[in-house]
């Protein structure tokens, strides 16, 4: 067995061969051969914190079991918002093959998976990009949003500003793109055709009447019942996707708040992204829609990019071996 860490997984998986990945991911979950129970989450009651754990069985892929805790108010520390581990098992006899760090591949996979929905569904042409948030995600999304369009202007709020000027500088330095930081979520969202939503918002950023026609909007950050990044008015206009429905219709605030305001129902829900895929299920529609994809994160993504990282780590000779 071998152990990879945050800086392994960061040169073994590039974000062009991540979403490669998790276009398998979900046309094996389309497939219907993947066993995943729903995730356990313990939710802190005395802190804003959550711990987490997600085992997972594809075939071809093996098993896996990520666990992992959740803590928001970590960057205040200079720490890792998301820490854990994934433990990768073989497929043929159910051996251990890898204990991966799970941040990096977590960071790596959710964008990853954004820009699989981006390239699904938003409008072709050139890009000005939203990023709403500042952390290790919203760098993320940048480069994942670049592989799948054409990225000509990036548009930045965090809710505080030398971290969302820090983020901006770090565009300009990495991505070869101009980055423009606002005071308000108002001004990034204006002119923007897509948009990612990376925060820890509780209540809504995004309001309906501050999208261009024909954005596409990517919600990543919020992930409890009780926390949304987007208006009720944004997903009751939205074309909505989810990954998983299974879970957005138990954890997803941007979806369970509308729905029990009595705005929505299940059925507002078109599809999931393992459907857009395979082709099951037409995305956007026409040029002028409104298309939402809500994110919550699934294991298979983790034993997907966890089996592509461990393949090239064997491939490579890369990674500390654990007796």
């Not at 928001?72 to 994934?86: K, M, R, V, Y």
């Not at 019942?225 to 009751?236: F, H, S």
């Not at 983790?302 to 990282?309: F, H, I, P, S, T």
Request: glycine content about 8%; charged content about 20%; proline content about 4%.
């Amino acid at each position: 067995m071998v152990y990879l860490s945050r800086d392994n997984v960061e040169a073994l998986l590039d974000m062009p061969a991540c979403i490669d990945s998790m276009r398998s991911a979900f046309q094996a979950v389309a497939s219907g051969n993947v066993q995943a129970p729903q995730r356990t989450i313990i939710r802190m009651a005395d802190r804003p914190g959550a711990f987490g754990s997600m085992p997972i069985y594809s075939p071809g892929f093996g098993s896996a079991a990520k666990v992992m805790t959740i803590y928001p108010e970590n960057h205040d520390a200079g720490l890792a918002s998301h820490q854990g581990f994934i433990l990768l098992f073989a497929e043929d006899h159910g051996e251990p093959l890898a204990l991966i760090e799970a941040g990096s591949v977590t960071e790596l996979r959710t964008a990853a998976v954004s820009g699989l929905a981006t390239d699904l569904l938003a409008n072709p042409g050139e890009v000005t990009l939203c990023i709403l948030g500042s952390g290790v995600q919203a760098r993320s999304h940048v480069k994942a949003i670049q592989c799948v369009r054409d990225v000509t202007r990036v548009q930045v709020w965090s809710r505080t500003r030398g971290h969302a000027d820090r983020f901006g500088d770090w565009v300009s330095d990495n991505s070869g793109l101009h980055a423009t930081v606002y005071e308000s979520p108002e001004g990034a969202l204006a002119g923007a055709n897509i948009v990612c939503t990376v925060t820890a918002a509780k209540e809504p950023i995004v309001e309906a009447d501050w999208l261009r026609e024909g954005c596409h909007l990517n919600a990543v950050g919020a992930f409890i019942p009780t926390a949304r990044e987007l208006d009720t008015e944004t997903i009751r206009r939205a074309r909505l996707f989810v990954d998983s429905r299974g879970s957005a219709v138990i954890e997803a605030g941007d979806f369970l708040i509308p729905k029990g305001e009595g705005v929505i129902d299940e059925d507002h829900i078109v599809a999931e992204l393992s459907e857009l895929v395979t082709g099951k299920v037409v995305g956007r529609q026409s040029a002028e829609e409104l298309t939402v994809f809500k994110s919550l994160g699934m294991a298979v993504e983790d034993l997907v990019a966890a089996r592509a990282v461990y393949d090239k780590a064997v491939a490579e000779g890369v990674g500390s071996k654990i007796e």
